[in-house]
């Protein structure tokens, strides 16, 4: 073959591998070198070199000493027909292991730069442990523990996912995929939102319970641009193609704002918040809503009240505006008196105004007091929703 029809062969199979023809090169030289040391009588050591134009080889041999070094520098090229005849076979495997190992190291280095990015797969195959998704020249993995709640992945639909890691194997790289990655919900509203594609507004915070709800509160850079209405669109047709992708979740858009009472109260939306009272070390958020707006602002199973806390980041503690806030309920007021033994040894009570009440008397008001309070205490509900250290939070109602 002449060194013209090499080099077409060179740039040709380069193409078809989808790798450069010097990374290709580097590849044909160690299989050379591997090849070579497989032949009778070959050195120690040897160092290929090759004219990238000519594509001509060059094989400088030594031998080492004792002591590990190289020594005897000798020109041992074989002729054409002798590397042909003696390592054929092994020029063959090496080469074709050194290009699935270089083809390897580009996939990697393609998706390698990628985590945080979106995708769009194949469904391939699914089981109780993970979801094989095609993405093209490489596959993804998507763990049970990523995958929505009660979302089924059909074979050959067309989804798309998170990428949160890029593993190195010896079989090529390993990409992990998630579906309840909070970083969906913002590459899926750059693909769909110009606005935030070029930088205008702002996904500021996001919370979410996969498969159930998510709150965003969004930012405008221009104050001409409505960060909640790009979100929306005309007709709701933007907010409508994420939520469709997503399978149904509901999304809730709300107005960013820099004054934490503002944003606990815009939070806490589609609820109206009456007062928000931020504690001193700016971690608790009590917030009192119209005794109607209660159930609202908590949510089913206290959810609304949940994505609130984790969008702010604060703890959250709601009551109705009937309830009194802790701390500042009314003290008991006590009749001045005192108990005395009469003569048939029962206890009765002789308060200051001259009034006698029996021992019997007076626990029977005491039940039927208690009983009252208990009935009114029923009527006022209260969800305190904390943050914990882990970014979880804990819903009491």
């Known amino acids: 073959m002449s060194s013209i029809d090499m080099s077409e062969a060179v740039r040709m199979l380069a193409n078809e591998k989808n790798i450069s023809v010097d990374t290709l090169l580097h590849v044909l030289v160690d299989a050379l070198a591997t090849a070579y040391k497989r032949r009778t009588g070959a050195a120690e050591e040897v160092v290929v070199e090759v004219n990238p134009d000519t594509l001509e080889f060059t094989f400088t041999a030594y031998d080492v000493d004792e002591d590990g070094v190289w ?32 083809e390897r190291d580009r996939k990697f280095e393609e998706y390698a730069n990628r985590e945080g990015d979106i995708v769009t797969g194949i469904i391939q195959q699914t089981d109780a442990r993970y979801t094989l998704l095609d993405l093209g020249r490489v596959e993804s993995l998507l763990p049970q523990a990523e995958q929505v709640p009660f979302e089924r992945p059909e074979p050959g639909a067309r989804v798309k996912a998170y990428i949160v890691e890029v593993r190195k194997t010896p079989k090529g790289p390993q990409i992990v995929v998630s579906r309840t990655h ?18 205008i507004v ?49 999304i809730d858009i709300v107005p960013y704002s820099e004054d934490l ?114 009935a009114g205490e029923a009527t006022a509900s209260q969800a305190t929703v904390p943050v914990n250290e882990e970014g979880g939070d804990e819903t009491s109602s």
Not at 272 to 280: E, H, L
């Open 71 to 102: 020594v005897n520098e000798r020109d041992d090229t074989p002729r054409k027909e002798e590397m042909g005849r003696i390592a054929a076979q092994t020029f063959r495997q090496v080469m074709g292991q050194r290009i699935r190992e270089a």
């Open 182 to 199: 909070p970083g969906l919900i913002k590459r899926l509203f750059e693909l769909e939102v110009p606005e935030i594609a070029d930088g």
């Open 202 to 250: 702002e996904i500021k915070a996001c919370a979410r319970e996969p498969g159930h709800r998510t709150k965003i509160a969004v930012w405008s850079n221009d104050h001409n641009v409505d960060p909640v209405g790009a979100c929306v669109g005309a007709r709701g047709g933007r907010v409508r193609m994420v939520v469709n992708e997503l399978r149904g979740e509901k």
């Open 261 to 374: 009472p503002d944003f606990v109260a815009k939070a806490l939306s589609p609820a109206k918040v009456t007062q928000v009272i931020i504690s001193a070390d700016g971690t608790q958020a009590d917030v009192i809503v119209p005794d109607h707006q209660l159930s609202l602002a908590i949510g089913k199973e206290g959810q609304n009240a949940r994505l609130a806390a984790r969008l702010t980041g604060v703890r959250v503690d709601i009551r109705g505006e009937t309830q009194l806030p802790r701390g500042m309920e009314e003290e008991a007021d006590y009749e001045e008196g005192e108990w005395v033994q009469n003569e048939a040894g029962t206890m009765e009570f002789h308060g200051a105004d001259g009034s006698v009440v029996s021992a019997d008397a007076f626990e029977a008001d005491a039940v039927a007091t208690a009983g009252e309070a208990t």
